[in-house]
């Protein structure tokens, strides 16, 4: 399962901080933030609550970034 959000980041660097932020969120297989379009694509593991997952992931993003936002 895998869906894709608009996101809203600053520089590449703060882009390749939440892509590894949402990488070690639990329920998420793998993610790949493409800057250029402010996009982030997220894919789940089997089962995994999505909604729930992606509250955890926008938590941890704004950890690492507190300026990031993303549109769920
Ligand atoms: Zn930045």
Same mark, same amino acid.
């Given at each position: 399962?895998? +869906?894709?959000?608009?996101?809203?980041?600053?520089?590449? $660097?703060?882009?390749? +901080?939440?892509? !590894? !932020?949402?990488? +070690?969120?639990?329920?998420?297989?793998?993610?790949?933030? $493409?800057?250029?379009?402010? +996009?982030?694509?997220?894919?789940?593991?089997?089962?995994?609550?999505?909604? !729930?997952?992606?509250?955890?992931?926008?938590?941890? %993003?704004?950890?690492?970034?507190?300026? %990031?936002?993303?549109?769920?």
């Amino acid at each position: 399962m895998k +869906k894709v959000y608009k996101i809203e980041v600053d520089c590449a $660097n703060c882009s390749s +901080k939440m892509e !590894a !932020a949402t990488k +070690k969120t639990a329920g998420v297989k793998d993610a790949v933030i $493409n800057f250029m379009t402010q +996009k982030l694509t997220v894919e789940f593991e089997d089962g995994a609550d999505i909604t !729930a997952v992606m509250k955890d992931v926008l938590k941890a %993003c704004k950890k690492v970034e507190s300026d %990031c936002e993303i549109y769920l």
